[in-house]
């Protein structure tokens, strides 16, 4: 799914139907020696970061049998799939987009990623958290900040276990949250999709063992040495489309816990919550119940580029579910989550 229009010379490559755009376009807001000096760096940084993720993904590819993306329709899972076709250029991509939906998603959500997996004619598998409550197997919360997030986990444990994964390809980044930080590229999940810190077995040069147990699995995150300002630059460089939650746009929205939520059908405001109308946007995408906006009019992507290199609020400081208790990520983590 490539933007039309770019500035500057634009080189395509037919066979991936992937476009690369040349480092003269990169560097059209610099001028002089200096516009040099940063278009070699950037694109040498993204280069890198690119060959070093198409590798980890043709390594999981090479060692296990039956694997499948992790897609959320959030730009961290965008740019996983679209690695992914490059990763197997020129055949054709077979590995399915698997969505844990809770039913709670944005309708913006949904309907991006329907059709970015029509787009990249790839096979979308979608498990429901509802068919999970219905089967007994998990319970809603209850009270007006009750969220479905960690519910996923249930569902996607029993995903894993219905397709016979043996391993889940994961857009996740170290430089998230501190759980994630200390997690292995391959990452290593015992018979009850449990991750145990310090089980995780050692990557040197860039060798990854992924020796697994009858019934065990393995979560792979070829983004782990991205930063969102990373990810950020590659969608620029590769004009990538994105769900439009990620730019500027007018939203009902309330104020909660220092965090601005959307005003939806599946969020409840307190006694002395109100709505109010504001141009937000959204640094990253889950639920609705527990994924805060931000106050933005970043409607480009170069302007949050921009926006996000001069932030000093962390992406994952607008997420609710990340501030029930100081290790909330990692004990979601040790139970099977994402």
């Known amino acids: 799914m490539s933007k039309n229009g770019a500035s500057g010379r634009e080189r395509v490559n037919t066979v991936t139907d992937v476009h690369i755009v040349s480092r003269e376009a990169d560097a059209s807001s610099v001028s002089g020696e200096e516009c040099v000096n940063v278009a070699d760096v950037l694109h040498t940084h993204l280069r890198v970061l690119e060959d070093e993720a198409i590798h980890i993904i043709r390594e999981a590819l090479a060692q296990f049998e039956r694997a499948a993306i992790l897609f959320s329709g959030g730009k961290d899972s965008v740019v996983l799939a679209w690695l992914a076709r490059k990763a197997v250029s020129p055949a054709k991509l077979t590995v399915p987009l698997l969505h844990i939906d809770t039913g709670h998603n944005f309708p913006e959500t949904l309907r991006f990623r329907d059709a970015f997996a029509r787009e990249l004619n790839v096979p979308l598998l979608v498990r429901l958290v509802q068919d999970t409550i219905d089967r007994g197997r998990a319970a809603d919360e209850t009270g007006v ?115 601005l939520l959307a005003v939806s059908d599946h969020v409840r405001l307190d006694t002395d919550e109100r709505p109010v109308r504001r141009r937000v946007r959204f640094r990253t995408i889950g639920d609705a119940t527990c994924t805060g906006a931000l106050c933005s009019d970043a409607a480009t992507t170069h302007q949050v580029v921009a926006e996000i290199a001069a932030a000093r609020v962390t992406e994952r400081g607008g997420r609710a579910d990340d501030r029930r208790s100081e290790t909330s990520m990692e004990d979601r983590k040790r139970q099977g989550y994402f």
Do not use: C
């Not at 810190?197 to 697994?212: D, F």
């Open 145 to 259: 900040r009750a969220t479905r997030n960690a519910l996923q986990t249930v569902t996607l444990l029993d995903a894993i276990q219905e397709l016979r994964l043996d391993a889940a390809l994961g857009g996740a980044r170290r430089d998230e949250e501190k759980a994630r930080a200390k997690e292995r590229i391959f990452s290593h999940r015992n018979a009850f999709g449990e991750w145990e810190p310090k089980q995780q077995r050692p990557e040197l040069w860039g060798l990854y063992n992924g020796r697994k147990n009858a019934g065990e699995h393995f979560r792979v995150f070829p983004l782990s040495n991205w930063t969102e300002l990373d990810v950020w630059q590659y969608v620029a460089r590769e004009h990538i489309q994105l769900p439009e939650l990620y730019f500027a746009h007018d939203r009902e929205v309330f104020e909660r816990d220092g965090m």
